[in-house]
């Protein structure tokens, strides 16, 4: 009777390291499961971080380009703004024109008969050659 207990216990024992050893093998492959599924989450957050620094730099520089292009957009407005004001000055004032145009006329006199003066006074000492 004591051998069949003997046996008995040693049957249960091995029984028990078998369920052990399968248990530890079990968790020893869930470890490794999830050691993988944890490098390839840190694979991926790290591809996704790069993308969103890429797409980060792309934005800042869509940001520059379109502060650039209002920039360019409010000269362009002030520009035609002071155009059409030019026009409607011209259109309303053409004597205005007329009085401006006379005014250079006579200013291109005065320093045509001043360069004439110069030229004569010139022309009375001898200090060029002809």
Known sequence: MKNNLFDSNKDNLNYLKEVELSA???LY???RQLINKLSTTKEEN???LNTNRELTIKINDL???LTKLNSSLVLKEKEISEIKSLLLQNNSSSNY???DKE???SRIKELISR???HLDSYEGRGD???
């Open 103 to 105: 005014v250079i006329k």
């Open 29 to 31: 492959n869930k470890v």
């Open 115 to 117: 360069i004439d003066v």
């Open 63 to 65: 940001k520059l380009q």
């Open 128 to 130: 060029y050659d002809e």
């Open 24 to 26: 530890l093998d079990n």
């Open 46 to 48: 790290s591809s996704l």
């Open 97 to 99: 024109y007329s009085q």
